[in-house]
T-cell receptor, first 116, second 114 residues
């Protein structure tokens, strides 16, 4: 089974500072990778995804991620964070099920706390 | 509104009760999913419905029973639950194969078993 590891459970950062949330995946085949954000009492919202092509992927809210096949990583970055970026962030990898289905396997999440 | 609606938002039930969670999507997606989100644990995939094929995680207890009457609706029937089943239950839908489009999630049902 394909899986992801989010190396940091919590990341505190000051407002307007840069941030990197780390994600490593385990797979020997082609993968599709995703980052999701979850605000309190809400479901998950897609930030960005890597399917193929350029290894630098840009998403919503100023986030971007870089796919690194040699290091099996897909780290999420933002050059300057805002208080409103405080949330839980999940990395996910796609896995096939059955003849026509697929599902996402998620990491444990990283809690980003932005303070003034 | 995310396009995936879950009801109820909150549910408190006793261990002997029977209840159902409902999920509805009008995005034209052809796959739907149930996930369980517990504190300090990764999201656990419970069930997948894709093109009317059900694929389930073998570790899901039989007290959880999914139903997908059509491509727009998904239910999770609950009976004789345990306190450790208290969690946020998330529904998601998707379109396309191999994860190419990602998911659209509902806001979840917060379940408390007493």
């Amino acid at each position: 089974a394909q899986s992801v590891t989010q190396l940091d459970s919590q990341v505190p950062v000051f407002e307007e500072a840069p941030v990197e949330l780390r994600c490593n995946y385990s797979s020997s085949v082609s993968v599709y990778l995703f980052w999701y954000v979850q605000y309190p009492n809400q479901g998950l919202q897609l930030l960005l995804k890597y399917l193929s092509g350029s290894t630098l992927v840009k998403g919503i809210n100023g986030f971007e991620a870089e796919f690194n096949k040699s290091q099996t990583s897909f780290h999420l970055r933002k050059p300057s964070v805002h208080i409103s970026d405080t949330a839980e962030y999940f990395c996910a990898v796609s896995e096939s099920y059955g003849n026509s289905g697929y599902a996402l396997n998620f990491g444990k999440g990283t809690s980003l706390l932005v303070t003034p | 509104e995310t396009g995936v609606t879950q009801t109820p938002r909150h549910l408190v039930m006793g261990m002997t009760n029977k209840k159902s969670l409902k999920c509805e999507q009008h995005l034209g997606h052809n796959a739907m999913y149930w996930y369980k989100q517990s504190a300090k644990k990764p999201l656990e995939l419970m069930f997948v419905y894709s093109l009317e094929e059900r694929v389930e995680n073998n570790s899901v207890p039989s007290r959880f029973s999914p139903e997908c009457p059509n491509s727009s609706h998904l239910f999770l029937h609950l009976h004789t639950l345990q306190p450790e089943d208290s969690a946020l239950y998330l529904c998601a839908s998707s379109q396309g194969g191999a994860g190419s489009y990602g998911y659209t999630f509902g806001s979840g049902t917060r379940l408390t078993v007493v």
